[in-house]
């Protein structure tokens, strides 16, 4: 396999060997009950023969951002994600350190942190991350995290300048600064300029540029504990890749899309799945069952699931 029609074809089968059209179809709790364990057999399935390719361990983190229509916080990266870690590492042989498919939109960055810092401490830094389509933001910053990143032609990181509040932090630090310089050069500008500072709350600004300075320094760490280290000019490598990725200025928006190419060429270590025809399909395969997964079951915000279940 390894598109999602093919996906979906098998996924239908399976329904009709399960039985589903012998079903009342007024038992709806019986159809979404089936069609549930379907899919729930299907991932597995999918991320054990991952397993027995790699000899890894394997956890999937997919979110329902891109289908999900209704704001729900949930879809992001939050500290309720540590529950769910811990419950997919529980009982994994760490010594076969840990592949990691992330589907996400990013989230909030202490959470990152504290997901990051335990996922190091269970594997010793042994882990690498899949990116099979999206992981923007601080899913970015945990691709950043490991020794290296998995990526197809499709695939995408993002920028990591953080968002605070719901706007870009870098932005609204160049807004101010902005906002003064052009009040030093007339005073008639900042009647204008009065309309947007006083949205900002007190110490508002401050708080930007200290969730600023957090990514950076967060992602700046850990490249040099991981990615890169042992590397003598680990230093330059960090800086130019941070210099990119870090800077709300070079990306222009927040959610640029960096593809695998343009990942290599700012220094970080980039496989190509398609180097490996059994693994491209593997990967592909798990992502177009979760993708199926969440089409399927209208309610489903994110899963966090591991090769054994």
């Known amino acids: 396999m390894g598109n999602f029609t093919e996906v979906e074809q098998e996924f239908n089968q399976k329904l009709n060997i399960s039985g589903i059209q012998s079903i009342d179809l007024r038992s709806q709790e019986k159809i979404n009950m089936l069609i549930n364990n379907t899919l729930l057999s299907m991932r597995i399935e999918a991320l ?28 992001m990266i939050n500290d309720s994600d540590m529950n769910g870690f811990m419950n997919a590492i529980n009982k994994m042989d760490k010594t076969k350190g840990l592949d990691l498919i992330l589907h996400t939109p990013g989230g909030v960055t202490t959470a990152t942190e504290s997901i990051v810092n335990y996922i ?31 990526m197809g032609k499709q695939s995408s990181l993002g920028p990591i300048d953080p968002q605070y509040r719901g706007v870009a932090a870098e932005g609204v630090i160049e807004e101010f600064k902005r906002a003064l310089a052009d009040t030093i050069q007339d005073t008639k500008n900042s009647l204008i300029w009065k309309e947007i500072i006083q949205q900002y709350r007190p110490t508002f600004v401050g708080e930007c540029e200290n969730v600023i300075k957090l990514s950076y320094d967060l992602v700046e760490n850990w490249l040099k504990d991981n990615m890169f280290r042992g590397y003598k000019n680990k230093n330059d490598i960090v800086k130019h890749i941070l210099d990119e990725l870090a800077s709300h200025k070079k990306s222009k928006v927040h959610d640029k899309h960096y593809d695998s190419t343009k990942c290599k060429n700012l220094g970080l270590k980039i496989y190509d799945i398609e180097k490996d025809q059994e693994l491209q399909d593997l990967i592909l395969t798990i992502h177009h069952t979760y993708i199926l997964s969440i089409y399927r079951i209208p309610l489903l915000i994110k899963l966090i699931e591991n090769q054994n279940g």
């Open 120 to 150: 190091k401490k269970c594997f010793n830094n042994n882990f690498r991350v899949i990116v099979p389509h999206m992981a923007m933001s601080a899913g970015t910053m945990i691709a950043c995290a490991s020794k290296s990143i998995l």
């Open 48 to 75: 054990k023969k991952l397993s027995q390719k790699t000899n890894r361990n394997v956890i999937c983190y997919y979110s329902a951002w891109l289908q999900s229509n209704n704001g729900n916080p949930d879809v």
